[in-house]
């Protein structure tokens, strides 16, 4: 099927370890987006990619490992889960060539005990 | 550091009401200014869009208000329904570039019968 998809949408992590949210589109989009979305913040970009292996940092990077070795996907990693990072992860896909909409995924409902 | 002020957090609107969501600027290279409605447990989705150079644009019961020196715009849906019920978010961002982008906080609207 087309689209964005996130995997797993639910998923409950011990404080320390390491857990990968998986994001998978199947445009070839260029650019590629992660946000966490928590109530009065509204969503906040977390990284980014232009293309496959240019990544950069967003907003609030801190904590956070991102890769992009296939244009395809665009894995996100804690590499040390804190509590401060439940929340919804969501990722995001645009073309490239001035085309201004980004499509998101279900997201990732990420609980931190 | 809060760059796009919306409000408010939450809207009731009686069924073929108007419902009006507001937002304010700070940065004057904004030049794209995109609402998105979620609906729950979905991504957001893109609703309407607009650039600085036009005042207003409407799409069906959705009409975006642009005031440039005021840097503030407005979200108006027309003959709300139960359907329209979901969050919006109104965003801005410099050269249509998304990892440019912020996200304002956030209008949870419930359109009651």
């Known amino acids: 099927d087309a689209g964005i998809t996130q995997s797993p949408r639910y998923k409950i992590t011990e404080t320390g370890r390491q857990v990968t949210l998986m994001c998978h589109q199947t445009w070839s989009h260029s650019y590629m987006f992660w946000y966490r979305q928590d109530l009065g913040h509204g969503l906040r970009l977390i990284y980014y990619s232009a293309a496959a292996d240019i990544t950069d940092k967003g907003e609030v990077p801190d904590g956070y490992v991102v890769s992009r070795s296939k244009t395809e996907n665009f894995p996100l990693t804690l590499e040390s889960a804190t509590r401060s990072q439940t929340s919804v992860y969501f990722c995001a896909s645009r073309d490239g060539g001035g085309k201004t909409e980004a499509f998101f995924g279900q997201g990732t409902r990420l609980t931190v005990v | 550091q809060q760059q796009v002020k919306q409000s408010p957090q939450s809207l009731i609107v009686q069924k073929g009401g108007i419902s009006i969501i507001n937002c304010a600027y700070e940065?004057?290279?904004?030049?794209?200014f995109p609402w998105y409605q979620q609906f729950p447990g979905k991504g957001p989705a893109l609703l309407i869009a607009i650039r600085p150079d036009v005042s207003e644009k409407k799409e069906g019961r959705f009409t975006i208000s642009f005031n440039k020196s005021a840097k503030q715009f407005s979200l108006h849906i027309m003959d709300s329904q139960p359907g329209d019920s979901a969050t919006y978010f109104c965003a801005a961002s410099r050269d249509g570039g998304y990892q440019k982008v912020t996200f304002g906080t956030g209008t949870k609207l419930q359109v009651i019968p």
């Open positions: 940065n004057t290279a904004f030049d794209y």
